[in-house]
């Protein structure tokens, strides 16, 4: 059986030459500068990259320029860091990039990590303890408060195994990322390689990649072949979460591709400008105002936001709200995304926070149940989420936009909405595919139908019921045909409607006649049973009621529908006791004179002239009664 090696993201995080990259060389025996012009300045400029197997796991070391310049690259770097690898120059201790990267990292809510005091080979032992007491106040009620604090030296090797076990370590506590989530890889370099076309490299954060996937690319919407993935600097079958991932992709320039798109598994997720977050201001920051810009970064991406706060003004230093984000360029982010907030000018990091609705709405006023949809949002119980998510979708709640706001996957889904079946909170009024609409929203489309099939009885006594198509229209475009089926459907399991055909109708409800109209339709009927075969002309009948001509008409459609009468051609009725009779005059006929029958025998037989029997036998033709053969019928 195959079981993977656990594969984790340990980043680099602290001052410009407080000796990072150094260290990491020391680790791994790779050096993660790799620009020429890194390497001849002697500092880091864009990411470094370098790796270890090591205790049984696949440890990828992402190096991070500590240059203040450079923060926006240290920032494409930090994303998907499991441990953090902060250092610390035993001979300056704390400096202002220590503070602005762990604050990145805290941000970005980075789980663990450890603290190296490099050049320990530089300070004596006081100096260590000063630097070691600062370090642990300075971590004071931060997620790294009891890390391990290990001073090294990369010149002598002081303390490198303690710190390569300490970082091991806490690589064995760090949650293994899913790969069984739909597949994410945020970006962070594009370049053509010689013999395989356009190559982008990124920490897989989610699900997994490999040759022949078909991938989606953000935000420009390309579907791309994957030719072949790399990972650690080998080829592998797949990558998986938590690796540093190079993709080898088909079709595509690499001048196409740059840091800050991302690849994702294909039709999933939308691009977005507009997010809903929770946002956090640092205190050292000062404080916010509504429609504040500010530089953003998630992922390797980085844009302009311009902030709203739900339902409040300004944001205190150190406070935290909801707030709606306006982006300058479109991306892709999900729930649970971190990102971070630079100020505009001058460019330092302020705060961040965690997307919570990827495919937010422009902040309305009368949306007022906003607030408590983020605070469910933030919660994070999937079943809240879904039947929320459900409540304020008022057409219904289709399975792609659950997965695109919250990549979901499907067992994730459908997990969530069995939980809900039932509880009345949900309705599915599809299964396949899945469309989801409120408790709520059902019930109202359910009264609505009930109030829409009343009145049109009301207003029209005299006919049995409401088409569908007209229950349908009635109802406007804002009721889903699935809705409005499903609706029906259980109105009439629940005999609350009778659905018959294309009628719907009260359960139960007759046709009510005012007494002048029983007494019409009583005429009508009457008109035509004692005219027997040589029935008057409708016209005629009708124009000796006592009720108009519009309700007339009704009358004669009910006996009509009710089969009493029987309609022989359109200007033709005759009663049915008067069809019946004829029907038995013939099968007698047939019995003592034979099953051949003429014209002028059927209008002696029948005495009515030709202008009825010709219609009359047509009709019985039709209805297989008899059968034409040259002049004379043939009775069955
Ligand atoms: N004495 C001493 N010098 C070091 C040590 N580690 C790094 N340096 C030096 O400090 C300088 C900056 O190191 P570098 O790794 O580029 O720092 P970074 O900017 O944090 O990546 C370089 O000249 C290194 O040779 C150490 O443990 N002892
Ligand atoms: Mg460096």
Redesign the pocket.
């Known amino acids: 059986m195959f079981t993977a090696t656990k594969s984790v993201i340990i980043g680099?995080a602290?001052?410009?030459?407080?000796?990072?990259?150094?260290?990491?060389?020391?680790l791994t025996g790779m050096h993660p500068?790799r620009l020429a012009e890194e390497k001849r300045r002697?500092?880091?400029i864009d990411l470094g990259f370098a790796f270890l197997e090591e205790g049984g796991m696949r440890l990828g070391f992402v190096?991070v320029?500590?240059?203040e310049r450079f923060v926006s690259n240290m920032l494409a770097g930090a994303t998907g860091i499991d441990v953090l690898l902060l250092?610390i120059?035993a001979d300056e201790s704390i400096k202002p990039q220590t503070r602005e990267h762990f604050d990145i990292c805290r941000l970005l809510g980075v789980k663990r990590g450890v603290v190296a005091l490099?050049?320990?080979?530089?300070v004596d032992g006081d100096t260590l303890e000063l630097v070691r007491l600062e370090a642990e106040e300075f971590l004071r009620g931060s997620f790294l408060e009891h890390a391990p604090l290990v001073p090294?030296?990369?010149?002598?090797g002081a303390g490198l195994g303690e710190l390569k076990k300490a970082l091991t370590d806490a690589a064995r506590n760090a949650s293994a990322r899913d790969a069984a989530r739909y597949f994410r890889l945020p970006i962070d370099r594009a370049f053509a390689m010689k013999g395989f076309g356009s190559v982008v490299t990124g920490t897989l954060i989610s699900g997994s990649v490999g040759a022949g996937d078909e991938v989606e690319l953000f935000p420009r919407g390309e579907r791309l072949r994957v030719r072949g993935v790399q990972s650690g600097g080998k080829a592998v079958e797949r990558a998986t979460p938590g690796q540093r991932t190079a993709v080898n992709l088909a079709g595509i320039e690499h001048t196409a591709l740059k840091r800050g798109m991302a690849l994702a598994a294909p039709g999933k997720f939308r691009k977005t400008r507009r997010i809903d977050v929770r946002l956090e201001l640092l205190a050292s920051a000062r404080k916010m105002k509504q429609g504040t810009r500010v530089h953003f970064h998630a992922g390797t991406a980085e844009t302009i936001a311009e902030l709203f706060f739900h339902g409040q003004k300004e944001l205190p230093p150190g406070g935290s709200a909801f707030a709606n984000l306006k982006l300058q360029d479109e991306l892709l982010v999900l729930p649970g995304d971190r990102f971070i907030m630079r100020q505009f000018s001058p460019v330092i990091t302020i705060g961040g926070g965690v997307v919570l609705d990827p495919l937010a709405r422009r902040p309305i006023l009368r949306d007022t149940g906003r607030v408590a949809f983020l605070e469910t949002l933030e919660r994070q119980n999937p079943v809240e989420i879904l039947a929320a998510m459900a409540e304020r979708a008022l057409l219904g709640l289709t399975r792609e936009e659950i997965v695109a706001r919250t990549g979901w996957t499907d067992q994730e889904i459908h997990e969530a909405a069995q939980k809900l079946s039932g509880t009345g909170r949900v309705k599915a009024i599809l299964s396949e595919p899945l469309v989801l609409l409120s408790g709520k929203s059902f019930e109202e489309v359910r009264r609505r139908i009930l109030e829409k099939v009343e009145l049109f009885q009301k207003d029209n006594p005299l006919l049995p019921g409401m088409t569908r198509e007209d229950l349908r229209a009635s109802l406007g475009k804002r009721v889903l045909t699935e809705t409005f089926r499903a609706a029906l459907e259980e109105l009439a399991a629940q005999k609350k409607l009778d659905v018959q055909g294309e009628l719907v109708k009260k359960a139960g409800s007759e046709i009510a006649l005012q007494p002048e109209e029983a007494k019409a339709k009583e005429q009508i009927e009457s008109a035509f049973a004692s005219a027997s075969l040589a029935v008057p002309s409708v016209k005629e009948v009708l124009a000796k009621l006592p009720v108009e001509a519009k309700r007339a008409e009704k009358l004669l459609q009910i006996l009509l529908r009710e089969k009493s009468l029987v309609r022989v051609t359109p200007e033709l009725i005759f009663h049915r006791q008067a069809l019946a009779h004829l029907k038995e005059q013939l099968s007698a006929f047939k019995k003592t004179q034979g099953d051949r029958i003429s014209v002028p025998i059927f209008k002696e037989m029948t005495g009515i002239t030709r202008k009825y029997a010709i219609p009359l036998l047509e009709y019985l033709d039709r209805e297989r009664v008899t059968r034409r053969a040259g002049d004379e019928r043939v009775i069955l």
């Open positions: 680099t602290g001052h410009i030459d407080h000796g990072k990259s150094t260290l990491v060389e020391a500068d002697g500092i880091t190096d320029p500590g240059h250092v120059a490099t050049k320990s080979d530089l090294v030296s990369a010149k002598s």
